[in-house]
């Protein structure tokens, strides 16, 4: 197939993306706590073709949060390890956050996870914003932002030389000869930064996509350059088309000018949807979730998902004017002042309206116009795909699947089966080369 085709990637969040979500579905409150969950969520995206699986992770949590909704934030590469066994296509990107761990170690880990899947590994790249996070590793406050991005950067170019510390050709399986790998094909990194010092080579040959896919999703000026030199998918969040086809264009842009093939860099924004037969019975789904929603997280929640610590500000005055005058900590926050600015009600009142993370396309109506709205981002360039947020899960995600997908399909728009078995197949995204083999500038790596 060489027309463009679409491409679905699925976050993961518990129950569902909308908070009440535990409280309506037939599942039992703690099934977000068994392997069945997962399951059940990779077989329905599995059944819709889609590309892959994303596992969000922030290693921490405010507690606020346990009273209002799950939250069981398991280690997302050992959840996908599990998932990645009783699965055959799905792909499965977990996030790893660059903050917080060491290179070598996050190399080997997702590796693994790319043998043990068979090539459907990818690594959501973060640099984690919430400072609930910093505290369980030993640091009084997150680095600023410009300092973790400098990191993630490292971090990376050093985790892509520790994935290509074997030649492809490595292995020789010689029993006559009694030579398991050649010792001649090993590059061992031998990084010396500003911030690692990595020395030896993995355990085990280059792995299944000689890298596992790269992912990443944050909007500031360091996620676009991030995402410039080194995503293939990125994760946006952009409320309508024009800005969707604007950040498109400055990612491709951004790869661009690190030398890279924009083509190799798919943008998909996320859409949160609630699907129903009519789009009456669509909005009383939504009117459903959020009738019972708790203004009290709300307002929290906000706070906390902009990198501020909620338990020091008062949620019945407007957000200070100090603050409001400070540099907003992360894209969220820069949206959440936008708002702020323009309406001085108490925190509380403003947050009441944000239903969805700052800046997250919203879709409650039928398979019918989802299909068109999704088929009208495309084609005008603001997508090369989704991020699908549903609400409910499996549930929404069942109505996508088995509705949405076929509109998508009989436009000719979205593939009628898998036609590779990696997640870089499915993307159509090449095998990096080796750099430690291929002449500099050859490959997209
Ligand atoms: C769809 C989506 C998923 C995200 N998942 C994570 C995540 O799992 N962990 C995380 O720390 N941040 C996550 N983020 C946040 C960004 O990666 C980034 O850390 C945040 O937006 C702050 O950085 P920025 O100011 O560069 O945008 C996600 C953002 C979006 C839009």
């Given at each position: 197939m060489s027309e463009r085709q679409l491409h679905f990637n699925v976050l993961v969040m518990d129950a569902g993306y909308h908070e009440s979500a535990w409280r309506v579905v037939p599942e039992p409150p703690d099934s977000v706590l068994h392997l069945e969950h997962y399951l059940e969520v990779a077989r329905v995206a599995e059944r819709g073709l889609l590309d892959s699986l994303f596992f969000a992770d922030v290693p921490g949590i405010a507690e606020f949060r346990v009273e209002h909704m799950?939250?069981?934030?398991?280690?997302p590469i050992d959840l996908l390890s599990a998932v990645a066994a009783r699965t055959e296509r799905i792909g499965l990107i977990a996030t790893g956050s660059t903050t917080f761990g060491a290179p070598w170690d996050l190399a080997r880990r997702f590796a693994t996870l790319d043998f043990l899947s068979d090539g459907r590994a990818g690594w959501n790249v973060v640099t984690t914003a919430l400072p609930v996070a910093a505290r369980n590793f030993g640091l009084e406050r997150l680095p600023d932002p410009s300092e973790r991005y400098a990191r993630a950067q490292e971090f990376v170019e050093v985790v892509q030389r520790v994935w290509d510390?074997?030649?492809?050709?490595?292995f020789v399986g010689s029993r006559e000869q009694g030579v398991w790998a050649d010792r001649g094909r090993l590059h061992a990194p031998r990084f010396r930064g500003e911030r690692f010092e990595v020395a030896g080579i993995l355990?085990?040959?280059?792995s299944p996509q000689g890298h596992p896919l790269l992912a990443q999703a944050g909007a500031s000026a360091g996620g676009i350059a991030l995402a410039g030199r080194y995503a293939e998918v990125v994760f946006a969040a952009k409320p309508t088309l024009e800005e969707g086809a604007a950040y498109r264009a400055e990612l491709r842009a951004a790869a661009a000018a690190a030398?890279?093939?924009?083509?190799h860099l798919h943008v998909l924004p996320g859409v949160a949807f609630v699907l129903g037969s009519t789009e009456a019975e669509a909005r009383e789904r939504r009117a459903a979730l959020e009738s019972i929603v708790s203004s009290e997280f709300r307002w929290r929640n906000l706070l906390n998902m902009s990198g501020f610590d909620p338990d020091l500000l008062d949620p019945d005055e407007p957000l200070p004017d100090e603050l409001l005058a400070s540099r907003p900590p992360t894209s969220v926050a820069a949206r959440v002042f936008e708002q702020a600015r323009a309406r001085r009600v108490p925190f509380r009142e403003l947050a009441e309206s944000f239903a969805v993370l700052p800046g997250q396309l919203e879709f409650t109506g039928t398979p019918e116009q989802l299909a068109e709205t999704i088929a009208r981002w495309f084609e005008a360039g603001a997508a090369d795909g989704f991020t699908l947020l549903p609400t409910t899960l499996p549930h929404q995600l069942g109505e996508f699947a088995d509705h949405v997908v076929p509109l998508l399909q009989a436009r000719g728009i979205y593939r009628r089966e898998y036609e590779g078995r990696t997640l870089r197949d499915h993307y159509g995204l090449p095998r990096p080369a080796n750099a430690n083999v291929a002449p500099v500038g050859v490959g997209d790596a």
């Open positions: 799950p939250q069981p934030h398991f280690d510390g074997w030649e492809d050709g490595a355990p085990f040959p280059r030398g890279r093939d924009p083509d």
